[in-house]
Structures are given as structure tokens and as C-alpha cells.
């Protein structure tokens, strides 16, 4: 095999000058929008190392989201959830929560606008009916605790909370969760996200684990669940854990890549429970991953998380790198040959 050289990647020009909070490729282009603690939410033609338009807000831009090619949807500390249309640079107020929305998705299956705040509720909204503020509120869903995370796939809504709660919704019947359940690791939940194959979903701790879950609650179901350490460092006879800030599933293998504070992406192989790839070590932490919608592309956020407070810290990059099919493709199972 030959080797692959290790490089970070392109770094997009006129990246965000605060925390980078997320980061998500199109569904339909090598577009890439980007939320930012400088309060902005920015797309770049990842692709051409463009940016395309920049959106404002009253305060940090906690998540984003695209809604079409060319627009998109924001959650900010501001309490706002906005949409924002870069090819005519009009915004609207979708609506308010109550404290900072934290997360947000939109659900192609439904046509709804998915958004997670610290006020412990979850929203559902109706773009095509906003005329005004909660003009467009479908319902809103009390959660046990402050929403850390937001996943979607399908019909399915994955929603991890502070507090260790994970609630699993069918988006066709909010009134109450199909599932309660709580995280089987003991810190708190950094990231959730859907397997792109609808069985489960990958959570991610502050303590340098991952856990593989199945939304199959027969016995055979959960026989399968199993996590992992990753992002962690022996130094001194001391082990370091990192916080694991995000998981990216690849859209062709259903593999993934973890990012954590250690500056390290990492791909997995979770069906047969192997690191496939480590790629080199990025400036300071992975603060949030995107493959692109046909897997070619790995969008990385190098951003410090404070997870260490105030410091002196490496300037916040977007680094968009070509993805070779060694680094993300399983590998077959080897079996003894049979003795002839």
C-alpha cells in the first residue's frame, strides 16, 4: 500500500476570527456553511476556496444548517433562530427560545426546521410560514435538560441532553418520545449523530469515548452496543483524555471520523470495530467534521474550545482535504486461507 501523504488539507481564505461552533457541507454542491462564536454564518464554495456571502447576528452562531443550496438556517446565543438566503441576502426570524439555541435541523422528510436550546425545550418550525415570529412554530417539546446535540435521519430525531438523557422522537409524532434513554457513558455527551443507515447512532463524551447505539430495544438489539476510548495520550505513566467534540459519518461506506481536543481526526470502522486512518495532527482541537455529500471531501475545523480556558491558541482554520478511499473504505475480512 502506498503511503498517503499526510497534509491538513486546503485552508479556506477568510475564515471566521472567533470559535468555529460548526460546520456542514450541501446536500447538492461542495458548499459549505459555517456558524462561528464571531457571530457570523458564513458559505464558502469550499470547492473554489470562495466565500459566498456572510450573515451577522446579535450574538455567537452556536449551529447551522442548510435549508437549499443557497440558504440556510442558524441557531444563535442571541435566543434567535434565523433563515438565511445568500443569493438575495435576506433573513428572517423563524422564532425565539428562551435562552441560547444551541442546535439545529432541517428535516427534508418533513419539511421542518428542527431547533435544541439550554431552555430544555426542543422546537419544530414551519419555514414556509413564516411571516412573522412564531408565526411558523409547529410545537414545542419539553426536554429533561439543556440540549446539547441534534441528529436526524429519516423520520428519526435523536436529541442528547445535558445530564446524560438521550430522548429518540418520531418526527411524525412529537407528543412524546419513542424512546427514552440515557447515555452509556458516564460524562457528558459532547455530539450525537445517526448512522446513515437508519439502525442507531454514535454519542461522544468530554472523556475520550465513543458509544455505538442501535434504536433496536430487543435484547438481540442491544447485544450490539459498544463504546470505545479515543483521543487520549499516555504521558508519564498518566493517561490524557480529550474531549471528543465531533463525529462525521461518511455518506458512501458508512464509516466515521472523530474529532477531539487533541487535534486529531480519526476514521473508524464500526461494524468491525477498527481505527481505519489517522490523519495529522491539526493546530490545535477539532471543533466540529463534514464529509462532503459524495464522500470526496473532509471539512475540519481547527478551533480551540476553551476547554482548557482563556490561553494562548493557534488562529481558527478551515482546512477542506481530498479524501482517499484507503482512509475511509472497510477493509475486507482477512480469513485463513483453507489448507489444501
Known sequence: ????????????ESPPSDGISNLRFSNHSDHLLVSSWDKSVRLYDASAN????????????????FH???????????????RLVFNYGREDILGRHDAPVRCIEYSYATGQVITGSWDKTLKCWDPRGANGPDRSLVGTYTQPERVYSLSLVGNR??????????NVYDLRNMSQPEQRRESSLKYQTRCVRCYPNGT??????VEGRVAMEFFDVS?????????????????????IVYPVNAIAFHPIYGTFATGGCDGYVNVWDGNNKKRLYQYSKYPTSVAALSFSRDGRLLAVASSYTYEEGDKPHEP???????VNEVEVKPKPKAYPNPTT
Not at 58 to 64: A, E, I, K
Not at 200 to 205: D, F, N, P, Q
Not at 222 to 232: D, G, I, L, N, V
Not at 316 to 322: E, H, T
Open 1 to 12: 500500500m502506498t503511503a498517503v501523504p499526510q497534509v491538513a488539507g486546503q485552508e479556506l
Open 68 to 82: 437549499d443550496d443557497s440558504s440556510g438556517f442558524s441557531a444563535s446565543a442571541d435566543n434567535t433562530v434565523r
Open 50 to 65: 470562495l466565500l459566498r456571502g456572510e450573515f451577522m447576528h446579535g450574538g455567537p452562531v452556536l449551529d447551522c444548517c
Open 157 to 166: 430525531l435523536v436529541v442528547a441532553t445535558a445530564g446524560r438523557h438521550v
Open 219 to 239: 435484547e438481540a438489539g442491544q447485544a450490539k452496543k459498544y463504546a470505545f476510548k479515543c483521543h487520549r495520550k499516555s504521558e508519564a505513566g498518566r493517561d
Open 316 to 322: 481558527d482554520g478551515i482546512f477542506v482535504r481530498s
Open 200 to 205: 442507531g447512532y454514535a454519542l461522544s463524551s
